[in-house]
């Protein structure tokens, strides 16, 4: 048996994971979200992954889901927003990273309720073929700590705005 030493980050996470943890966070948000239907959406997420022989999806194809996860917990809500940035289809240069935070966080306006949702950083900041360090590890937490102080400073003074990473 394999000793329990190893990388932390082996175990590949997949856009189908992504999505599924999407759901989990969006639910706990929510607060009134229901488990049964969080666990329909859960079904159709494996019924999808299990039919698809590609772990990534296409960008826009992943983009549609992320939409509709969302759609999916804030059906009710007219004064709701969300803006998703995967950051494996861009530049994740501290410079280039705020460009895509402040962009993406101008899209939320000043709607009441919104969600920021960041994905694929963690891929985004490890090159292929390379292990995860603990320098890297250091670079991946101050980015979120980038992300989310960006977000909050650029944030109108009466919105609720939540930042999620998947």
Same mark, same amino acid.
């Given at each position: ?39 329909? &959406?859960? +079904? ?5 992954? /299990?039919?698809? @022989? ?8 992943? #983009? ?50 919104? &969600?920021? +949702? ?5 891929? /985004?900041?490890? @090159? ?8 890297? #590890? ?29």
């Amino acid at each position: 048996m394999g000793s329990s030493k190893g990388n932390p980050t082996k175990y590949k996470i997949d856009d189908y994971t992504r999505l599924t943890n999407l759901n989990a966070l969006v639910s706990l948000l929510e607060k009134d979200g229901g488990c049964d239907e969080v666990r329909q &959406l859960n +079904i159709a997420l494996e019924f999808l992954r /299990a039919n698809d @022989p590609v772990a990534e999806m296409a960008p826009i194809s992943f #983009e549609h889901c992320v939409s509709q996860v969302v759609r999916f917990h804030y059906a009710s809500k007219l004064h709701f927003r969300h803006a998703h940035w995967d950051a494996r289809r861009g530049e994740v240069d501290p410079l280039w990273l705020r460009a895509c935070i402040l962009d993406k966080v101008a899209v939320l306006g000043n709607h009441p309720c919104a &969600l920021l +949702i960041v994905s694929g950083l963690r891929k /985004a900041l490890l @090159p292929t073929g390379r292990r995860w360090t603990q320098h890297r #590890e250091r670079i991946y937490r101050e980015s979120m700590l980038m992300i989310e102080s960006l977000a909050a400073s650029q944030a109108h003074p009466e919105q609720k705005l939540s930042v999620l990473f998947i």
